[in-house]
């Protein structure tokens, strides 16, 4: 059966893509008035909180984008909440560069709470997200691959129950430990990065040579 | 018969999916020169009118990709006018970051009228360029999906009848009630957002099995 | 046979993609520091130049993205050259944005007569490499879809003669009429647009109904 | 047998587009306060950095989009380090802006030797990251391309070794001779540009005539 939502993917890859090329616009060069090479190089190490938060936001869409990939193979058809779901991941991703600068801007000065607090929260969103498109995609046996078996859809669905309540938690401990947080969510999204290639399903390989 | 208008829509998704992003470089942090969190939670909420501004943005422009995506289903040749019918609609979506970010500054100022009268306004043009595409389609039979039915052209000339009134009104009405403006614009995407599922017509649906 | 181009394409529909919308980055709204309605409405209204900086090299990439596809509809093969003379191109297409800013800053200003020889002498450039593309694509007939005859390949190289001749006209004119180089250019830009349609060669059209 | 890298691929395709086309940002009209042509001519050519920076880091990412593109022939399916060292590439070239940035700035100035120091260092980087990839993809034959000979993967790996010993010289001379080190850069990325065609395998090539 032909897939119906190519167009949605590619929109979306086109969304993820522009997102994740978009953050290195907040990594600014100093703005030293003076040219002495000890004070461009001073400048460029203070920028450190820069560095780390476009680090942190690339990586993290990165494996926003290999997750909706993950599940996006396994969706064949759409309906208008599976449509709004996934807008609502794309709005999602597109902010993600707003509260990166704030952490790059706040991070290491009494404000971090508030900046990781923000950033963590966005993750929260995300996840909800996520979980509604699965949730949609899967309750609706019609919009997904038609040769699925049920334990890769519970497989699917295991490989993200930890989202929701690790960025939860991360959210929560930004109030005290606003490195901790971070740390965390590095945490989960180095977890996803080692276990996606577990979702490659056996009975998705194609069998035809061409 | 193969479409002739593949690079035309993958063209048009690459310029709605930039727009669509872009539109967040206008989200801006606060410019605020101590680090007190108190005064950097009080300048996130004084933003309320960019973070507004933002979503109806995001929003509008998904519902306007949504729509040239359902109409591009069903045409399948091009002709000049309908290469620049499209490339004005191209041309209207990536203006829209401009008044947004209008809205964002004047929203709640003694200029919120001009603000929203041009923001309602560009709708309006953007309603003009839709109902030309649509109308260039569907008069030149040629330019459609060979077995599309009169059904089915009516069908989706219907959905989009209120766009243009509905548009035209919020514009009459931002000056004398910008809020109110704004509202009908919202009330009108959402009405588009739920019916965008009703217009996968029945006989699109492929029936060749892998 | 293949394409083996089909990778260059959607490469070079990205960038002009990209290129065409961050356009709108340079429409800036004005930087007023009261709220008055009257402000604004008059801060808009001078305006001017970037709305037509902004209008005409919209139009000049959507025009320059047509006659790409064009050509692209004829190469199905590449070789070193080829693949630079469009990497030129994309080189070219993507600075547009600066001497774009340039006219909205300087025209209506005793500067006018640089930023339209910037802004036209660009156009020769970019001239120079689409005909180096057609000439390494026509010169060397392997590169070209295997069916296409020598009538419809002096076609497509008669509709652009006028392109190099126009344009540096266009150049040297901007020295005593800055106006008047730019209406030279947008007629050119008009022409080409009525005249795109021609260029659909009756022997390319698919025949095999699905 | 089907590629699994289709979507990989279309997302790298569009952070290099997005990543090339974001250069122009850099490139800034002079901020005169006068409208005198002489002082627009004037600072049109002090920016001769600014032009060189972008036109060295269009030319590089093109190289290594072509590049990619040319190992992503050859890969037809994926792992999961396979999925990061790809990842890892497109942060590397999503960077570039930032000492472009910098040398545009600085070069010229005292500091000219950190400024190529963090641009070729940047490479070094990158270098790394496509080793890592092209090594990743050929130490385990059944992510390549089925029919793929031995002597096709031992050319492309020979085409890039020069790549890393190359850069990392241009990052040594760059603390004693700034240019010398661009121009090395220069010329291996010229070499690559023109040893690109080579790469075509004739296994490669289709036969099948439509």
Redo the contacts between chains.
């Keep these: 059966?032909?897939k119906e939502t190519a167009?949605i993917?590619?929109?979306s890859?086109?969304?993820?893509?522009?997102?994740?090329?978009?953050?290195?616009?907040d990594?600014?060069?100093p703005a030293t008035e003076n040219?002495?090479?000890q004070?461009?190089?001073h400048s460029?190490l203070t920028q450190w909180p820069s560095f780390l938060a476009f680090?942190l936001s690339?990586?993290s869409i990165?494996i926003m984008?290999?997750n909706h990939?993950k599940m996006f193979k396994q969706i064949y058809r759409r309906?208008?909440l599976l449509?709004?779901a996934n807008?609502l991941i794309?709005?999602l991703a597109?902010?993600i560069?707003?509260p990166t600068?704030?952490l790059a801007?706040?991070y290491g000065?009494?404000?971090a709470?508030?900046?990781v607090a923000?950033y963590t929260g966005l993750f929260v969103l995300i996840n909800l997200a996520f979980n509604l498109l699965w949730s949609t995609a899967s309750r609706n046996r019609k919009l997904l691959r038609?040769a699925i078996s049920d334990a890769a859809v519970r497989k699917i669905g295991r490989n993200y129950q930890y989202g929701l309540p690790v960025h939860l938690s991360a959210f929560l401990l930004s109030f005290c430990w606003a490195g901790g947080a971070l740390i965390l969510c590095v945490a989960l999204w180095t977890y996803w990065?080692?276990t996606?290639?577990r979702l490659d399903l056996p009975d998705e390989k194609?069998v035809?040579?061409?």
Tied chains: 1, 2, 3, 4.
């Design positions: 059966m032909e167009r993917e590619g929109f890859d086109g969304v993820f893509a522009i997102a994740i090329t978009l953050l290195v616009l990594l600014r060069i040219n002495e090479p004070t461009l190089v460029l680090s690339f990586f990165f984008w290999v990939h309906n208008t449509m709004f807008g794309l709005f597109t902010c560069s707003y600068a704030l801007r706040y000065t009494p404000s709470t508030a900046a923000v038609p990065a080692f996606s290639g194609p035809n040579v061409p």
